[in-house]
């Protein structure tokens, strides 16, 4: 064989070897359930574990006292999984904590995991560019792993009578450019929209970065420290509005949900269909959607994350310990049980 053809077969082998290579990368990124490195220089990974049935069947969960904070969402699953986990795992101590000062929220919970006052967070939207960032500046990167799946619902007046409401209309009430339920198709009603202020949860940052598409709230809405506080006040006004986390709202006795779509002619309920009179309620009670959650088709939803300090120390171990204990079948069966979507 020439020189020439020698090397027309060694380039040939070379580009059949890479092209193995890069095609067998490709389909392990695709199919291993982690999701790489992305655009935004966050780490969002997903956890490929084989199915595994209950908490004490998962390895390497340390020992010690690990304080962790972070989303107001989560109270209700930390209601239910810690007690649980602590029966199995009484060695793994858990302890919530607040901040010293300012409300409780995703946004807070990451910020003192960055400054070492937790093990690990749990937050309500992804990490920000700026939160890597001052990770990697103190000698760690961050990565956040999905454990449930959450939905924003719209409260109002339990006598409003309107149909639903699309994301664009949404948009316009909490921006200001919509300030009576008229110019939707309801009642002449002033609108009073109530909101969370953003810096106080992983909620409201999630709603003005994917509602409001990074423009401010306008001048008539009226903030409210609490979730308990604005459905309060939603039961008495006629014409306010206001949303939440969907375990949040959905069963609520004395206001009204709104379906949501991407179009008027296609609105989504957040509850399950037919929907439960409130005059029924507390007897029966209206059930998440949890079918339009998982397949998108409700307009908002979200997931729901731990998040974890990548530091090859007992911090790392606990987070990731904890996220594989909430996506066990056990795991998820309790998430379920407060009210939100399983994701496997």
Known sequence: MSKKNETTVLVLALMITFGVVGGGSLWLANNSGIKLFDANNNMSQTLKQPDIDNFAQIP???????????????????????????????????????????APGSGSGIKMLLSNQLAFSQSSRSIKDEEFKQAQQRGFTLKEIPVAIDGIAIATHPLLNIRGLTVAQLKDIYTGKVTNWQELGGPNLKLTPYSRRQQEGGTVEFFGENVLAGEKFGNNVQ?????????????????????????????????????LGRSTDKLIPP??????????????????????????????????????????????????????????????????????????
């Open 60 to 102: 390497n969960v340390p020992a010690g006292l690990f304080s962790y904070g972070g989303s107001t969402t989560w109270a209700p699953i930390r209601k239910e999984v810690d007690t649980a986990v602590q029966t199995v795992f009484p060695q793994f101590q858990l302890r919530y904590t607040d901040p010293t000062t300012g």
């Open 223 to 259: 903030f409210i420290s609490t979730t308990t506080q604005a459905l309060k006040e939603v039961a008495k006004n006629p014409g306010s509005i206001y949303y939440a986390s969907a375990p949040e709202v959905i069963g609520q006795c004395s206001v009204k949900y709104l379906p």
């Open 271 to 344: 509850y399950q269909e037919p929907f439960v009179p409130l005059s029924q309620c507390p007897q029966k009670r209206n059930q998440l959607n949890v079918a339009a959650f998982q397949s998108g088709e409700y307009p908002i939803t979200r997931r729901l994350f731990v998040i974890v300090k990548q530091n090859n120390q007992s911090d790392q171990q606990a987070g990731e310990a904890y996220a594989n204990l909430l996506l066990t079948k056990q795991g998820q069966e309790l998430i379920s049980k407060t009210g939100f979507v399983r994701i496997r």
